[in-house]
């Protein structure tokens, strides 16, 4: 039997929760993923998982087993990041995980143009707002805005990510126009729940930085879901120029207290620590960097002039 092969599978089930999810993961069939993980137990002689209709869990053998494989296949992984690199043509699975309407907006559009440039690559994109673990996700790389915590991750600049205060012109007809920040008070204003200050607003003038904690009748964990919303006239929210830009440019969107900026946030590339990093992850980053502008990404264009 070979239980090497086994390894990735078993490690699917437990990651994935299940034969299912876990097959779909792998691209197999259930019961190839059922037969594989039968042929390992039979193989090592302990029963690796509590099998149930409703849950499955690992038995104090899997435990051990399981934590043993993870080690074995980060082992293995180092190995083919050692051989990659000495490789001309960057291949295999990248899996990576992006902010939602970063992805959607920024990184989406390209990735067509990246699979023609590298056909031997494989891409597994998750698009999700929340922080996931890297590693524990197996994931390649990830997207993220704003400050890094401290960790383990290896971090590089992407762009640099500006925040700004919109309406529409049809909210600042019907309403008066804030002329200090102060007179945020009286706007309803509309919060991204993932800012870690987002019932706080720091806006920086010529006096210095003043905070102001603004309220409202709406708040979404999506950015591109408050951006309708602001659209719409629903109110005065604070967004990203990635995000927003095309929409001020087009009038859409008008920009509140222009001359108060937002504190200013970076996107970053970040991925697990390792000896050797691959080549497919290395393109990847070299191309997105390209593709964006590291310094003046194109979604700035003709907006951050009237901002600095």
């Known amino acids: 039997m070979d239980q090497i092969g086994a390894l990735p599978v078993f490690v699917a089930v437990v990651e994935n929760h299940g034969f299912a999810s876990a097959a779909r993961y792998l691209g197999v069939s259930k019961s190839a993923v059922s037969k594989r993980i039968t042929q390992l137990e039979e193989y090592l002689g302990a029963r690796l998982l509590h099998r149930s209709t409703r849950?499955?869990?690992?038995?104090?053998?899997?435990?051990?087993?399981f934590a043993r494989a993870v080690e074995a296949l980060a082992t293995i992984q180092e190995a083919e990041d050692a051989v990659s690199e000495l490789q001309g043509k960057p291949k295999g699975r990248l899996k990576i995980n992006v902010p939602m309407s970063f992805g959607r907006l920024h990184i989406a559009p390209i990735i067509a143009k990246f699979l023609k440039l590298y056909p031997d690559i494989a891409i597994d994109m998750i698009m999700e707002d929340r922080a996931v673990d890297l590693v524990d996700g197996g994931y390649d790389l990830a997207i993220r805005g704003g400050t890094l915590p401290d960790s383990s991750l290896i971090a590089r600049k992407i762009a640099p990510c500006h925040n700004v205060l919109v309406a529409s012109s049809k909210y600042l007809k019907e309403h008066s126009v804030p002329n200090t920040p102060?007179?945020?008070?009286?706007?309803?204003?509309?919060?991204?729940?993932?800012?870690?200050?987002?019932?706080?607003?720091?806006?920086?003038?010529?006096?210095?930085?003043?905070?102001?904690?603004?309220?409202?009748?709406?708040?979404?964990?999506?950015?591109?879901?408050?951006?309708?919303?602001?659209?719409?006239?629903?109110?005065?929210?604070?967004?990203?120029?990635?995000?927003?830009?095309?929409?001020?440019?087009?009038?859409?969107?008008?920009?509140?207290l222009p001359k108060f900026q937002l504190p200013e946030q970076t996107m970053y590339a970040v991925w697990p620590e390792r000896k050797y990093l691959p080549l497919k992850v290395r393109v990847f980053i070299d191309f997105i960097l390209n593709e964006i502008g590291e310094e003046q990404p194109y979604w700035d264009e003709g907006i951050i002039p009237s901002i600095e």
Not at 200 to 216: A, F, K, N, Q
């Open 182 to 256: 102060d007179d945020l008070h009286g706007h309803n204003c509309l919060h991204y729940a993932y800012f870690s200050d987002h019932h706080e607003w720091t806006l920086i003038g010529p006096g210095g930085p003043v905070r102001i904690s603004p309220s409202g009748n709406f708040q979404v964990n999506n950015g591109e879901a408050l951006l309708t919303a602001i659209l719409d006239g629903c109110g005065i929210g604070r967004t990203t120029t990635f995000i927003a830009g095309a929409h001020i440019l087009s009038g859409e969107l008008v920009r509140v």
């Open 55 to 65: 849950k499955l869990s690992l038995t104090v053998a899997g435990e051990r087993y």
